[in-house]
């Protein structure tokens, strides 16, 4: 079951990413801005008391709540390549479940759509093809071949229009679908050697790994491509963006995940070393901004703080292949917006009752 996808929550034009943060720019009610920039956990909220409007009370009650709610929700789910299932562990490392998707071939890329649905893409050695299942949030299988007859699928994401971007390292290109699977581009991008892992930027510009050819390729939503956007690195893999907007790139030769702007630009060759040459294959990053790094050579996922200083090397565990990570986007519970609207209303009766008594005291002093 997944039990990270009880608890979700939503924004206007939030679409999911594998490090489970908003997309779609600053959020901003009645002129209040709280501070959530596209790639900003929602708990982190810059709404400052003093400048609050009964809006801006609303947002921060609200996002409150949420938090609140969601601290426990977030779990992790690894793809394991030789289980061919996908695992999901809670957020103490915890196995939940090993069993995810299985019998259906060799697991890869894994993504979540706003509503919970897990998609995974994976390769069946039997019929030499592959696919992308969709899974919904119980867990149930809703169908094996939601997209199918693709070579060698790796990576997913999701645009913020909810298209899913699927990369096909056999035919070096990725395909462009909509929301229910219909083909809308099968050649959105070409000319890639070994599209690995993909994420999305708050201004819906996709990056790509492009592992053979050691760089990080940037693609515009008309398909334009810098093809050399990021280059020189050992054989890249995974890829996430930080709660800042930063690029945290996997270098799977050295095992060293470095940090790059949205312009290319090198912020730290060495935010996070793992040790682990050889074997670091893909990047995730939770609603703390905490960076977890999956192990294909052991099966291991560690776990980095925002800082890059290493929590635990052991976070998750239980067999070799972690060959993709991903962690859903938190919504909430129906109830969790009832006791937000009963915040925001909470605020609006003491707003009401503070203007009654100062014009009750402004009369008094009129009639004086």
Known sequence: MFRGTQNRFSLTRVAVSTSGYTKGGLLSVAGH???????????????????????????AITLAVLWITSTNAQNLFVSNLYSKSI????????????????????????????????YMAYYDYGVRRGSVAKLGPSGALISASFISGLGYPTGLAFDSGGNLYVANT????????????????ATFAT????????????????????????????????????????????????????????????NYYTGIISKYD???????????VTGQGYNVESLAIDLGGNLHVGNNGNGVVMKFGPD????????????AGAEYIAFPLVVPEPSCWMVAGLGLSTVLVVKRRKRSNQDGVSEGKSSD
Not at 238 to 244: E, H, T, V, Y
Not at 308 to 319: K, M, R, T, V
Request: hydrophobic residues 35%; contains cysteine.
């Open 33 to 59: 801005s709280c501070g959530l920039t596209s790639t900003t956990p929602v708990h982190q909220c810059q709404c400052r008391p003093s400048r609050l409007t009964t809006a801006g009370c609303a947002v």
């Open 262 to 272: 949205t312009t290319g630009h090198l912020l730290n060759a060495s935010f996070a």
């Open 308 to 319: 890059g200083n290493l929590i635990n090397a052991s976070f998750a565990s239980g067999g």
């Open 191 to 250: 000319g890639l050697s070994s599209a690995w892992a993909m994420a999305f930027d708050k201004d819906d510009n996709l990056y790509v790994t492009d592992s053979s050819n050691n760089k990080v390729v940037k693609i515009g939503q008309s398909g334009s491509m810098n093809a050399s956007f990021i280059t020189g690195l050992g054989y890249p893999t995974g890829l996430c963006f930080d709660r800042s907007g930063d690029l945290c790139v996997a």
């Open 87 to 118: 695992w999901e562990f809670d957020l103490g490392g915890n196995l939940i479940t090993a069993s995810l998707g299985s019998g259906l071939g060799d697991p890869q890329g894994i993504a979540f759509d706003r509503s919970g649905n897990l």
């Open 170 to 185: 056999d035919y070096g290109r990725i395909a462009k679908y909509s929301p229910t699977g219909n083909l809308l581009n």
